[in-house]
């Protein structure tokens, strides 16, 4: 069982940062992968960056170049460093893990930024 804790969301203006940070109750040096996923009003659950293992990583197409995945395995935390965030960013921020085929959530957390 992995428990994710997130935190790091708030209100920011259009432009600012942001950086979440996901706290696993393990040790997650041998976790698969961990990633970001956020969901807006209506919308579904989209993936925004993803980190493995062995430190690869991905980003959607719409936060290329202003997201930033890490993680530090001494502190079993990954991080989502928020670069000029845009309205459209506005969602609720939810963190993954994935090992050997089980998936796990944690409770998110609200960004929101105004124009």
């Known amino acids: 069982q992995v428990q994710l804790v997130e935190s790091g969301g708030g209100l920011v203006q259009a432009g600012g940062s942001l950086r979440l940070s996901c706290a696993a109750s393990?040790?997650?040096?041998?976790?698969?992968?961990m990633g970001w996923y956020r969901q807006a009003p209506g919308k579904q659950r989209e993936l925004v960056a993803r980190i493995t293992s062995g430190g690869s990583t991905n980003y959607a197409d719409s936060v290329k170049g202003r997201f930033t995945i890490s993680r530090d395995n001494a502190k079993n935390t990954v991080y989502l460093q928020m670069n000029s965030l845009k309205p459209e960013d506005n969602a609720v921020y939810y963190c993954q893990a994935t090992n050997y085929g089980l998936t796990y959530w944690g409770q998110g957390t609200q960004v929101t930024v105004s124009s």
């Open positions: 393990v040790s997650i040096f041998y976790v698969n992968a």
